[in-house]
């Protein structure tokens, strides 16, 4: 299985501060079609996940723009701009280039 | 709009087969690219990506879990289901079904996830 390393585990930052997020994989992500199936995900507390980027660096219909993402191969970075209130949560990034489809450990987004 | 719900038991024994079913609206398991899968959490701790179906009923299942999972539809009622055979207190978790497009490999609209608890 295709391990995912998500660093840091917990993250606190300021309000309007700045946060990046790290998650690397134990294989190459690009899929034989030449796509990379790089995902990441917000969960605030007691909801279910919520879809902020795809393929690496497109956001999801809705998200802002504060939220970016970027990477290749096995090396991609979430961040998040001017943060706010609602953007706390835990942030999961997800591969699906490979069965089975595996998600990082996790991202505490919290405040300082 | 897109919205999907799981529901489940609840709460069962061990050795006990869970069923889950997926009802959602705004799409069809008919139309081509279209699938569902199902994740699920224990409680304060991270996600595992469990089984897709797909339009064509093209089936998917963590290897981890092959052996007790059965993925299967109803396009007709939009429905998808999860059978787990044999659970264990491991299983206790919170489950999600969530739409997911073919070319894309994302899950891109969630359920709210129903709980379930194994315990004797």
């Known amino acids: 299985d295709v391990v995912m390393t998500q660093t840091p585990v917990s993250l606190p930052v300021s309000l309007g501060g700045q946060a990046s997020i790290s998650c690397r994989s134990s294989?190459?992500?690009?899929?034989?079609?030449?796509?990379?199936?790089l995902h990441w995900y917000l969960q605030k507390p007691g909801q279910s996940p919520q879809l902020l980027i795809y393929?690496?660096?497109n956001r999801f219909s809705g998200v802002p723009d504060r939220f970016s993402g970027s990477g290749s191969g096995t090396d991609f970075t979430l961040k998040i701009s001017r943060v706010e209130p609602e953007d706390l949560g835990d942030y999961y990034c997800?591969?699906?280039?490979?069965?089975?489809?595996?998600f990082g450990g996790g991202t505490k987004l919290e405040l300082k | 709009q897109v919205t999907l719900k799981e529901s489940g038991p609840g709460i069962l024994q061990p050795s006990q087969t869970l069923s889950l079913t997926c009802t959602f609206s705004?799409?069809?398991?008919?139309?081509?690219?279209?699938?569902v899968g199902w994740i699920r959490q224990p409680s304060g701790k991270g996600l595992e990506w469990l089984a897709n179906?797909?339009?064509?009923?093209?089936?998917y299942y963590n290897p981890s879990l092959k052996n007790r999972l059965t993925i299967s539809k109803d396009t007709s009622n939009n429905q998808a289901f999860l059978k787990i055979t044999n659970v264990d207190t491991a299983d206790t978790a919170t489950y999600y079904c969530?739409?997911?497009?073919?070319?894309?490999?994302?899950?891109?609209?969630w359920g709210q996830g129903v709980m379930v608890t194994v315990s004797s």
């Open positions: 969530a739409r997911i497009a073919y070319g894309l490999r994302r899950g891109d609209y």
């Open positions: 705004g799409f069809s398991l008919s139309t081509y690219g279209m699938g």
């Open positions: 179906i797909w339009w064509d009923d093209d089936k």
């Open positions: 294989q190459s992500l690009v899929h034989s079609n030449g796509n990379t199936y």
């Open positions: 393929r690496v660096s």
């Open positions: 997800l591969q699906s280039t490979h069965f089975p489809w595996t």
